[in-house]
């Protein structure tokens, strides 16, 4: 059963989707991608304000004719197109506002999503503004290799480096491709060195510093002395004497640093610039010939829409971001009378974020049921005559009186039960009140100024849990990880007022796989207003309209999670990959792209090494055994065996 809504909305006033959009928040994390038409449905503008746009529910709707089932992650091409316009187009206004002597050259960092079809989208959008890659690990350095083939744009290796990587960098080089070797650790440096004598090639190398300023948030830790990557100054400071040494200083020309990713306060990121501005001056100095300077990652998402400095948001924009850097490094080498270099950003997670939305739908919910209590009789236990008297004096004066009655009331008839003084059924009817009680708090709770500390949690108490088609710890594992925020929200019935509310469970039989903290103007909240399940309408033929549930489809949404998520979703229960859609607009509406179907059991099997075909054997060998001994019929191990058989085919998630 549904916890009791708020107040009749006749009473109050007709739900609106302005309503929806303030409750969701989709205005602040969504402009200019994301929004809610007349209908009530979230709609997709993958160009922003300069294209169309799509219904996301008909768009759902349209994707599951063509046999694509749910979880589905849907990528919209042109938002990752309009993110890296956007991105460069603000490099562009704030050198030409300060008159900046030097040229931006952004990279994607192939370590926040390495889907094939993804990177090459991104090399061809990226075109027309010379945007690179930056990998991070010997098979990104593979991937970039092979895909970047943009005349000017830059391929900076990051990341533990071993001599095959170096060699394969310095060669690199050969073909025509701007390929810097950043040195982050002491001993990359000898390697550097020998790969250069060995190959007779000398390598573009940049050093990464330890910045003394702090990153905030959970990748703080990201600069500062014990920084996992880096050298410190003393460091630098060595490297320098030692590519001086081996006649190589000329191949030092970048400077490198990164405090951390999501940064969320723009003074943090003003602290870091003006600090890597006078390294990369004095390396200049020293006789180096530094021409770029890369300011790592950190351009945080607005993941809530607050515009703070909330971890899960900013408050900056992509023009303050830009301003600030190109403003600094000017000054900082107008007053060394030093060349300005060319900007580099490794901006994964602001191009990323925004390109694809999950999509999953509710199998069910677990309500707690909040009927009216039973009145008791006069031979009925005292217990239950006094909660019973507690529900019903529940006013807007004494609620909160009410509340702490009827919880004692419930713990003694726990501690009675145990001892044997209370019945089964009497316990029963003691919980079902109390549950009554709590619903009559809620509904005044929700109606006043201020909620006692001590009904905090009553929300929480009362929420649904809503079980959905998806695994978090496949589809968004820094939900179970860090408790990162992601917006979620419905994508239809937008023009109804949500009168329920509730946490999410997933699929995996494991109590982590849930999400229970939600984007909130204040701070985060434990709950999600969602609408109730509907029963399926019948067809005009008096049949159900859905055959496999028992109530209309509804379908969630979890939007901004294109960094990261997809790679680092992992297969807890073999819940394998969803399915993909690469969507793009045209003038007839839309096209899809690509389609990479999710992973089948089999697939997911075999990465733990199980071999299906000897798997199918092993059960077909126990339905003889069975058949022999008339355990079973002829008919049901035919049935078993091609219900197996057909299963090891079919998506890992369930059917909708």
């Known amino acids: 059963m549904v916890p009791v809504p708020t107040q009749s909305t006749a009473i109050q006033h007709r739900w609106t989707i302005e309503d929806s959009e303030e409750l969701y928040r989709i205005n602040g994390w969504g402009e200019p991608y994301f929004s809610i038409n007349a209908e009530g449905h979230v709609t997709v503008s993958p160009q922003g304000d300069r294209g169309g746009s799509l219904d996301l529910f008909d768009l759902v709707n349209a994707l599951k004719q063509r046999n694509l089932g749910l979880p589905m992650l849907i990528r919209f091409s042109d938002i990752l197109d309009d993110r890296i316009q956007r991105l460069n187009a603000a490099f562009a206004k704030a050198i030409a506002r300060y008159n900046y002597k030097g040229s931006y050259r952004g990279v994607f960092p192939v370590k926040c999503n390495q889907q094939r079809h993804l990177v090459e989208d991104l090399v061809r959008f990226g075109k027309p503004h010379q945007f690179g890659l930056e990998a991070g690990s010997k098979p990104e350095l593979m991937i970039a290799l092979a895909t970047l083939n943009t005349p000017g744009a830059l391929l900076i290796c990051n990341g533990y480096k071993d001599r095959e990587y170096i060699e394969a960098a310095t060669l690199a080089r050969q073909l025509g491709k701007t390929v810097i070797i950043v040195l982050e650790q002491r001993e990359e440096v000898d390697l550097v060195i020998e790969a250069s004598r060995k190959l007779g090639l000398k390598p573009i190398v940049g050093v990464r510093a330890k910045l003394s300023t702090r990153g905030i ?45 999501q940064i969320s306060n723009i003074s943090v990121i003003k602290d870091a610039i003006r600090e890597a501005s006078q390294i990369y001056v004095e390396l200049a100095a020293l006789g180096a010939q530094m021409k770029y300077l890369d300011v790592g990652g950190g351009l945080g998402v607005d993941y809530d829409g607050s515009k703070t400095n909330f971890y899960a948001s900013k408050n900056y924009n992509m023009q303050n971001y ?40 509710v199998l069910g919910t677990s309500d707690v049921i909040a009927e009216a209590p039973e009145p008791p009789t006069p031979d009925d236990h005292l217990l ?127 109590s982590d796989g849930k999400i229970n903290q939600f984007i909130d103007l204040r701070d985060v909240k434990s709950v999600l207003e969602l609408h109730p399940l509907r029963s399926p309408e019948p067809s005009t033929n008096g049949s159900s309209t859905t055959t496999e549930r028992d109530h209309e489809p509804y379908y969630l949404g979890l939007f901004l999670g294109g960094a990261y998520q997809e790679i680092m979703g992992n297969l807890h229960n073999l819940f394998g990959d969803t399915n993909a859609v690469h969507i793009t607009l045209n003038p007839n509406g839309y096209q899809i792209e690509h389609v990479v179907k999710g992973d089948t059991m089999k697939e997911v099997l075999s990465y733990v090494q199980y071999d299906t075909e000897a798997l199918t054997e092993s059960i077909r060998r126990q339905t003889e055994q069975a058949l022999q001994d008339q355990r079973i019929t002829l008919q049901d191990a035919q049935l078993l065996l091609k219900t197996y058989e057909n299963s090891l085919s079919q998506y890992t998630y369930l059917a909708n």
């Open 217 to 261: 948030g959970r990748w703080g830790g990201s600069a500062g002395d014990r920084a996992k990557f880096g050298l410190t100054v003393p460091e630098i400071l060595r490297t320098v004497q030692q590519l001086a040494a081996a006649d190589m200083l000329d191949c030092l020309q970048l400077l490198h640093y990164h405090i951390g990713s």
């Open 322 to 361: 830009a301003n600030d850097i190109v403003a600094e490094v000017k000054e900082a080498c107008n007053e060394r009378q030093i060349p300005m270099p060319t900007l580099v950003s490794e901006s994964g997670r602001a191009i990323a974020s925004h390109q694809s939305v999950l999509i999953f739908d």
């Open 384 to 510: 239950l005559r006094n909660l019973y008297e507690t529900c019903q004096s529940i006013t807007a004066e004494n609620y909160q009186e009410a509340y702490h009655d009827a919880a004692q009331f419930k713990d003694e008839a726990v501690s009675m039960f145990g001892f044997g003084y209370l019945s089964l059924t009497d316990r029963a009817r003691a919980e079902r009140t109390y549950w009554a009680c709590c619903a009559k708090i809620m509904q005044i709770a929700r109606q006043q100024d201020y909620v006692p500390d001590d009904l905090e949690d009553l929300e929480k108490i009362m929420a649904s849990i809503y079980y959905v088609n998806l695994s978090v710890f496949q589809s968004a594992p820094d939900a179970w990880a860090i408790d990162q925020l992601f917006p979620i929200m419905p994508i239809h019935r937008l023009n109804e007022e949500p009168t329920a509310r509730a946490t999410l469970a997933d699929l995996t039989c494991d």
